[in-house]
């Protein structure tokens, strides 16, 4: 496993250095990327980009196979193998079955 950049703050690791610097500027300086167009402050600059195309630019990836639409094309992508390809991620404690691994 590869060198962890340790926060001096808090218990944060991170495997970038540059993940670091972003998480000082974020967590501990309060940074926010403001929007432009309307009061929504996104922690990032790949939120800000994904809130402007999805509210302001009304940009949404529509499944072929139904009426769901996502705001982002790995959304899109979640859903068709959980909802029309029928994968699931079973639970390693129990009988139940989640349609995202992170569940």
């Known amino acids: 496993m590869g060198e962890k950049f340790q926060c001096r703050e808090c218990e944060y690791q ?3 250095k540059s993940s670091l610097v972003t998480h000082k500027k974020v967590v501990h300086k309060g940074q ?3 929007c432009t167009e309307c009061d929504y402050q ?13 509210i302001h630019m009304k940009l949404k990836y529509q499944c072929p196979e139904c009426v769901y639409q ?5 959304n899109l992508a979640t859903h068709q193998k959980a909802v029309h390809m029928g994968q699931k991620f079973p639970c390693p404690e129990c009988d139940i079955q989640f ?3 992170s569940n």
């Open 14 to 16: 991170a495997t970038y």
């Open 32 to 34: 926010k990327f403001k």
């Open 42 to 54: 996104a922690r990032d600059k790949s939120n800000l980009g994904i809130h402007k195309k999805a």
């Open 70 to 74: 996502a705001t982002q094309k790995g």
């Open 99 to 101: 349609s995202q691994k």
